[in-house]
């Protein structure tokens, strides 16, 4: 897999880019969750959450009606996973609320382990 990182995207132009190079292909998805606890929160835990979402082949008229929707724009990636962008998505692996923002079960984990 690439090691692009996507951002959101700064223009619809950009946001145009990102979904023709995400189309039809997997992607990872990371995010980080840290708890800091114990005296001044010097102790931390930590995890990385790490999931696989798969674009079905987008056509142009798609990706242009999906950023005229301004739903990509301040959207990581010029996707959001529970917006309109999933009847995009063929496959996810991994955590569905991690690509959203927060993996709940892995959070969950970690605040048992305090």
Not at 5 to 29: C, F, N, W
Not at 58 to 71: C, N, R
């Amino acid at each position: 897999m690439g090691r692009i990182i996507y951002g959101k995207p700064e223009t619809e132009k950009d946001a145009v880019r990102m979904l023709t190079e995400l189309s039809g292909q997997t992607h990872r998805v990371l995010t980080s969750v840290a708890v800091a606890y114990g005296a001044k929160g010097k102790k931390r835990l930590q995890l990385v959450s790490e999931s696989k979402v798969t674009f079905d082949n987008l056509s142009k008229a798609q990706i242009t009606a999906y950023v005229a929707s301004g739903e990509p724009m301040g959207k990581a990636g010029s996707y959001a996973v529970q917006g309109s962008a999933a009847m995009f998505i063929r496959h996810i692996s991994g955590s569905y609320s991690g690509i959203m923002g927060l993996p709940l079960y892995e959070t969950a984990q970690l605040l048992k382990r305090l």
